[in-house]
């Protein structure tokens, strides 16, 4: 009791010192009236502190989502990593979330673990801010330069841009008529293809090099951003789906407009998750040839072309194995891969929709 009568008598002395001290500054001319104003009401926003903020320690109550952080405990000790996410457990421990600037995800560790560190700064030293996605922006300026071909990163930029792009979870609706621009893209003229707000390569091509191919057939594939071959009215987790892809990702804040938006095989889409297209390696270019390609394509329809005398069934046939779901096998692409010629090819993909009618028609005699 005597302790608080004390405690409350030196918050009192402290407060009438401060007002003296900000009378005689103003009668000085030090301080004009509205800074005198702050001054006070700064002061008396002190005198009731929030009790949950001040029973934490100032280093872990610093720490908010976007703070480049360091750790300072563990096997990763001296890596950084950008907080994505602050939880306070039901005990008052604060735990964090940070993305890792080398990749990968801290997942909820304790504050203690981190410290705070400086702000990453580009070449020229100035701060990098990270993408606020409140804005009306699809993406940010750096990922729309480099689309245009005006942008360029270094390793060091990379590493950086990785971290302060970092994964929100956050998600917008969906406009379904973006689809169908997406699909007709390549057949806009070149005034309107001028107006776009992707360049055309980010589009799906039409399918060059098959003169034999009938134009009804050839009008429902096309080729995506990756080159895999994708239909137009393909069925969920057929050889051919497609989805729509959002080149700057969505979980990294990155709007569901149009100017962000393509489709791109399933496989593809799968594989390429939340990555930056900017800062894919060879080899991850590469591994999103993740469909059926333009040469198995070709080989496909050379075959039905030099093997069937009723075309029009050939192609038709063609079509259900590449756009309807048969249930194929997880592993489906990488034993598509192995497959060159068009025999080969026909003669896997025939052998599976066979099995799939059998299957289908022992379960309708169940029923």
């Known amino acids: 009791m005597l302790t608080t009568r004390r405690t409350g008598r030196a918050r009192r002395r402290s407060e009438l010192t401060q007002s003296c001290r900000t009378v005689a500054a103003r009668a000085s001319g030090q301080i004009g009236p509205a800074a005198a104003r702050s001054s006070q009401t700064s002061h008396a926003a002190q005198k009731e502190p929030d009790r949950m903020v001040d029973q934490i320690p100032y280093s872990r109550r610093a720490m908010e989502v976007g703070d480049l952080v360091t750790k300072k405990k563990g096997k990763d000790q001296g890596m950084t990593g950008r907080i994505q996410e602050v939880v306070k457990s039901e005990t008052g421990e604060i735990k964090l979330k940070v993305n890792r600037t ?74 379904e008529s973006t689809i169908e621009f997406c699909w007709n893209a390549s057949k806009l003229d070149e005034k309107d293809q001028k107006a776009m707000d992707l360049p055309l390569h980010f589009y799906p091509k039409d399918i060059s090099g098959g003169e034999w191919i009938p134009k009804e057939f050839c009008d429902s594939f096309k080729l995506d951003m990756w080159d895999n071959i994708i239909a137009k009215d393909s069925i969920c987790n057929s050889i051919c789906y497609f989805e729509l892809d959002h080149l700057f990702p969505r979980s990294r804040g990155g709007k569901t407009l149009r100017e962000n938006l393509t489709i791109i095989h399933w496989n593809a889409n799968r594989k390429k998750s939340d990555k930056l297209i900017p800062f894919l390696s060879e080899k991850e270019v590469t591994d999103l040839q993740a469909g059926l390609s333009l040469d198995q394509f070709l080989s496909l ?31 489906i692409f990488c034993k598509l891969r192995r497959l060159t010629t068009g025999r080969d090819l026909w003669m896997y993909m025939s052998k599976r929709l066979e099995q799939y009618t059998l299957m289908v028609q022992e379960h309708n005699q169940k029923k």
């Open 301 to 331: 329809t050379k075959y039905v072309e030099e093997n069937f005398h009723d075309r029009v069934a050939g192609y038709a046939k063609l079509k259900k194995m590449l756009t309807e779901n048969l249930e194929w096998p997880k592993n």
């Open 102 to 175: 080398a990749g990968g995800v801290w997942k909820l560790q304790s504050a203690c673990n981190f410290e705070r560190t400086a702000a990453t700064v580009n070449e020229a030293g100035k701060s990098m801010p990270w993408f606020d996605v409140n804005t009306n922006q699809a993406f940010p300026d750096e990922f729309r330069l480099w689309i245009y071909g005006l942008q360029k990163f270094e390793s060091e930029e990379k590493r950086n841009y990785e971290s302060i792009w970092f994964i929100l979870g956050k998600y917008d609706r969906l406009e």
